[in-house]
């Protein structure tokens, strides 16, 4: 499945935008994306090894936390995007 | 260094003035160079404030617009490269939420003052650093690119557009 990597996260997927990985879930997806590309995990993933609060994670156009999260079934047509949030004031 | 065509930096502006006295909120599309040190904005996208809470001091962009917006950049062959929002009758400078919501290192974050629905100064500032341990907000100047003047006064760039498109007075 593609993998979409936003601006300031290419600089640790060898400034792809994009990345093609194999999994079944989100979970393992995710996983071998920072297997290929380690330098990314430590800015998804926090120190527990949980997904950072502010970045979100969408497959197709469904937010991961609102279906079966890291769990969620993938089809390798689907396209996940990792999205870090924006918000301020 | 953030450069803007000057139409898009007027609709940033235009934009806090019309969502005044909330804030407005959106995203710069366009391109970065190899380095880093240099974005260039296409175009703008605005963006729902999703805060009802407090729209006055605090905005908060849907996800799902992200990922629209970025795919669809990512058509375009553009990137996203910084984001924009206003600060009704407060000053242009980032404040403390406006940095511990910054994760977007390596884009440009673009401030206008709206005083009483008009807008006044807009400043960028460019969020740098390792990862969000080490990052902070660095002053950086903003600039334009050179169009067509209306009237038919060519600038510089102008020799690039087609005379067809050249505004008519």
């Known amino acids: ?89 | 260094m953030l450069e803007f065509k000057q139409s898009d930096y007027d609709e940033i502006r235009r934009h806090g003035e019309e969502t005044y006295p909330h804030e407005c909120c959106g995203v710069l599309l366009g391109t970065m160079s190899e380095d880093g040190d240099h974005r260039i904005v296409s175009t703008t996208v605005r963006c729902q404030n999703t805060r009802d809470d407090r729209p006055q001091d605090r905005f908060y962009i849907d996800p799902r617009d992200l990922v629209r917006i970025q795919r669809q950049g990512r058509e375009q062959g553009l990137d996203i490269v910084g984001f924009y929002h206003s600060h009704p009758d407060c000053p242009a400078q980032w404040s403390k939420t406006d940095f511990a919501e910054a994760h977007w290192i390596g884009c440009s974050y673009v401030i206008t003052r709206v005083d009483k629905a008009k807008s006044a100064d807009t400043n960028s500032f460019w969020l740098r650093g390792a990862d969000e341990e080490d990052k902070r907000f660095e002053d950086e100047p903003i600039t334009f690119v050179a169009v067509a003047q209306q009237g038919g006064v060519p600038a510089p760039a102008q020799a690039a557009v087609p005379q067809a498109e050249v505004p008519k007075k």
Do not use: C
């Open chain 1, 1 to 89: 499945m593609k993998v979409l990597i936003p601006t300031p996260l290419r600089q640790y997927a060898d400034k792809k935008d994009a990345v093609d990985v194999p999994g079944a879930t989100v979970g393992e997806a995710l996983k071998n994306l920072t297997t290929s590309h380690p330098d990314l995990k430590k800015h998804l993933y926090n120190e527990d090894g949980k997904l950072r609060a502010f970045v979100n994670v969408y497959l197709n156009d469904e937010d991961i936390r609102y279906m079966e999260k890291e769990n969620t079934p993938v089809a390798q047509s689907d396209t996940l995007s990792i999205v870090p949030s924006i918000a301020g004031g």
